[in-house]
C-alpha cells in the first residue's frame, strides 16, 4: 500500500463525515441515484478506458504479486507458470517490447 492509498481512504471517509455533518444521513449513499452514479461512473468509465475490439472480447484481467526483498526470481518463476498455463496467449499473443524472451 502506497501513500496515495491511505489519502485515498481518508479523502473517501472525510466526504462521508462531511455529508453527514451537513444535514444528510447515511441513507442518502443508499439510494437509487447513488447507485446509477457509481455503476453508471463504472460503467461509462471503464468505455472510455477500453476500445470496443478489447471489451468485446472481455475485460483485461491483471495480477500483482510480491515477495521479500531480493526473492525476484520467485515471482519470474510465478510469472513463467502463468504463461505455460494460458499457453502464451497472453495479449492477443502480442510479446511486449520488454520480454524475458527478448534480451
Known amino acids: 500500500m502506497d501513500i496515495m492509498t491511505g489519502a ?61 526483498q531480493a526473492n525476484d526470481g520467485l515471482l519470474l518463476q510465478l510469472a513463467a507458470q502463468v504463461e505455460r498455463a494460458i499457453g502464451g496467449k497472453w495479449n492477443d499473443g502480442k510479446v511486449p517490447t520488454t520480454h524475458v524472451t527478448q534480451g
Do not use: E, N, Y
Open 8 to 68: 485515498g481512504l481518508v479523502g473517501g471517509l472525510a466526504v462521508i463525515v462531511l455529508m453527514v455533518f451537513m444535514g444528510g444521513d447515511l441513507g442518502m449513499f443508499l439510494s437509487d441515484h447513488a447507485a446509477i452514479i457509481i455503476f453508471g461512473g463504472s460503467g461509462a468509465a471503464t468505455m472510455i478506458r477500453f476500445p470496443l475490439s478489447v471489451l468485446m472480447h472481455g475485460l483485461p484481467l491483471g495480477i500483482q504479486a510480491q515477495a521479500k
